[in-house]
């Protein structure tokens, strides 16, 4: 009974790549939510999906950043052209419904060099 | 728009010490308040989970209440441990989906 898995756990890019972190939810859920953790901060909302279906963008920067939860896969969120102020920890959650409580995944650390 | 803020930041305690960690939030129509626990370098664990129509949980030597009517929530851990010390994170959920974080209290447990 896998929890919510996230690959990769590390991931180190160049400026200028594309990122691109991948998240499975827990079996059963269908509804898939991405946070970003800025060192020393607190986690912030990105993005709320359903299959094939973005529900909730308001936390994603306008340029660059793009997420996605397909029919079969992954839910993937892609960063483009990378900057060093994208390095943080991306934390993927699902739950069973709206409303319900958020099963976390252990996170994938982004470092821009 | 929900704020979710956690007082103190930091706090340390003796083994064996009850203690309580506050969060409150500005928006009363919650629908739901989780406590989750991170410990550093990792991902976080959910401890217990408050529907709006309930006043508390328990779990174990934890407990978790909700007043919405005052905008606050406290999780009590009882007999406090060493392998308690850790990062405890409260979140309100709406109904649409989002949850909204506070930043965190860090608890140490001195043994």
């Known amino acids: 009974n896998a929890g919510v898995m996230q690959n990769p756990r590390h991931l180190v890019r160049r400026r200028g790549q594309e990122a691109r972190l991948r998240c499975s939810p827990m079996?059963?859920?269908?509804?898939v939510y991405w946070y970003r953790q800025l060192p020393e901060e607190g986690l912030k909302f990105m993005v709320y999906?359903?299959?094939?279906?973005?529900?909730?963008e308001s936390g994603m920067p306008k340029e660059r950043f793009s997420a996605e939860f397909p029919k079969e896969g992954p839910s993937i969120l892609r960063i483009q052209q990378v900057v060093r102020g994208d390095s943080a920890a991306y934390f993927c959650a699902s739950s069973v419904g709206t409303g319900d409580g958020y099963t976390f995944g252990s996170g994938t650390r982004l470092t821009v060099v | 728009k929900q704020e979710v803020t956690q007082i103190p930041a930091a706090l340390s305690v003796p083994e064996g010490e009850n203690l309580v960690l506050n969060c409150s939030f500005t928006?009363?129509?919650?629908?739901?308040l989780q406590w989750f626990r991170q410990d550093p370098g990792k991902g976080l664990t959910s401890l217990l989970l408050i529907q709006s129509s309930q006043r508390e949980q328990t779990s174990g030597r934890l407990n978790a209440s909700l007043d919405k009517s005052s905008g606050r929530s406290t999780l009590y851990i009882a007999a406090s441990q060493p392998g308690d010390s850790a990062t405890y994170l409260c979140?309100?959920?709406?109904?649409?989906?989002?949850?909204?974080f506070g930043d965190g209290t860090t608890l140490t447990v001195k043994p």
């Open positions: 928006d009363s129509a919650i629908y739901n």
């Open positions: 979140a309100g959920g709406t109904n649409a989906g989002k949850s909204t």
């Open positions: 999906l359903q299959k094939e279906n973005i529900i909730d």
């Open positions: 079996k059963g859920h269908s509804h």
